[in-house]
């Protein structure tokens, strides 16, 4: 009798195997904005965490530690979304992947010391929401103190799921 089963577990154990497959990432996204109001991921998926990303000095001619010398939040988002899709790529992941995102803005001198939330999102929406890649990811977006360098603006940190 046991032998005769092992066709039937076989073909129900590939049967689960293919359920398990066939999860996809879900999203819930915001009407008319570029971010998910919610991301469901299966069990079984691959999660990738990234530590907060930091922009590079853009001008080394400039006073060291100025906002100069890194960009305004638009160019520091910019190269720090950048730097992400190449972490990622590293990992086997696209910008695509990623399913959560923390963003840390400084206030801009040049914006009275608020956020520039604008600068950040005009760079935001080359990466997500986009023909090319419609995956958005769940987001909050924050204004803090200071980061830390002085003249840094942006820092961002992202969680990318993959599922199996």
């Known amino acids: 009798m046991v032998k005769a089963m092992r066709p039937v577990l076989g073909l129900m154990l590939a049967a689960v195997a293919g359920l398990a497959q066939a999860a996809e990432i879900k ?7 570029p971010i998910a109001q919610a991301v469901l991921v299966p069990g079984g998926s691959d999660l990738v965490f990234l530590s907060g990303t930091v922009p590079s000095v853009t001008d080394p001619a400039a006073p060291k530690g100025s906002v100069q010398s890194f960009g305004n939040t638009e160019a520091q988002t910019l190269d720090v979304l950048t730097k992400i899709q190449a972490t990622l790529k590293a990992q086997g992941l ?71």
Not at 27 to 33: C, I, K, L, T
Not at 100 to 118: A, E, I, R, S
């Open 27 to 33: 999203r819930v996204d915001v009407p008319n904005f």
């Open 94 to 164: 696209t910008m695509g992947d990623v399913v959560l995102m923390h963003v840390y803005l400084v206030g801009d001198p040049d914006k009275g010391g608020q956020m520039d939330f604008g600068g950040m999102m005009n760079s935001y929406r080359k990466f997500f929401g986009t023909a090319d890649q419609p995956n958005k990811p769940a987001r909050s977006t924050v204004q803090v103190a200071a980061l830390a360098s002085p003249g840094m603006l942006v820092e961002i940190e992202v969680v990318a799921a993959k599922a199996k």
